[in-house]
């Protein structure tokens, strides 16, 4: 079955660090991959993408995710954590020949300052 | 650009009546999705509209159902309301020229009581 994993319900990083939140995912052939944020109480907001080409995505607010085929990842990195950052993150895949996208279950990120 | 647009904000219902949710895409936008957000259950794809016919539907019950209107907006209904049916209602649009981003509205929060 097709399937995404974010195997960490929350993350926590002191402002200022880097931070990393992790997918991994379980579709066959070469899906596209995003990341969405979600503010409390508010709908999705998209961040990245990848579809084909540089494997290091750069998205917005400083947002970047990087692709691993091998591993089957596509991890959502910064550099540097603002507390503005704390929300509810969320990896999707949308698997080849379909239109729908595949969620995980999502990792709150707290920043704290 | 006005982004994805979801009426009402909150719709409150008892246990067997019909709800009615309101979606209006993205200017150009010609496909809509429905997604619901239950708490313990994550994102879970409903129903995708594209130039006003059904194309692909969730693992939901035919009383989960909606449709497409000529000027690309889509209603969803959800006939005899049950409890687990509180959720967030999020929609989504995307253009079918070449992108592949959906770009979701703020949801719908309905809760049956």
């Known amino acids: 079955a097709q399937s995404v994993a974010q195997p960490e319900d929350q993350v926590n990083v002191a402002e200022g660090n880097p931070l990393t939140v992790k997918c991994t995912y379980s579709v066959s052939g070469n899906p596209y991959l995003f990341w969405y944020v979600q503010y409390p109480n508010r709908g999705l907001q998209f961040l990245l993408k990848y579809i084909t080409g540089d494997n290091l995505v750069k998205g917005s607010y400083g947002f970047e995710a990087e692709f691993n085929k091998s591993q089957t990842s596509f991890h959502l990195k910064k550099p540097s954590a603002l507390v503005s950052d704390s929300a509810l993150y969320?990896?999707?895949?949308?698997?080849?020949?379909?239109?729908?996208?595949?969620?995980?279950s999502g990792t709150r990120l707290l920043v704290r300052p | 650009e006005a982004g994805v647009t979801q009426s009402p904000t909150h719709l409150i219902k008892t246990r067997g009546q019909q709800a009615t949710l309101r979606c209006s895409?993205?200017?150009?936008?010609?496909?809509?999705?429905?997604?619901?957000?239950?708490?313990?259950?994550?994102?879970?794809?409903?129903?995708?509209y594209d130039e006003g016919e059904e194309r692909?539907?969730?693992?939901?019950?035919?009383?989960?159902?909606?449709?497409?209107?000529?000027?690309?907006?889509?209603?969803?209904?959800?006939n005899a309301l049950e409890l687990e049916d509180s959720a967030l209602y999020l929609c989504a649009s995307r253009s079918l020229r070449g992108q592949e981003t959906q770009y979701f509205g703020p949801g719908t929060r309905l809760l049956v009581l």
């Open chain 1, 90 to 104: 969320f990896c999707a895949v949308r698997p080849p020949s379909s239109y729908k996208l595949i969620f995980g």
């Open chain 2, 25 to 48: 895409p993205i200017s150009g936008h010609t496909s809509v999705y429905w997604y619901q957000q239950a708490l313990g259950l994550g994102l879970q794809f409903l129903l995708w």
């Open chain 2, 56 to 78: 692909n539907r969730g693992n939901f019950p035919p009383r989960f159902s909606g449709r497409q209107f000529p000027n690309y907006s889509s209603e969803l209904n959800v």
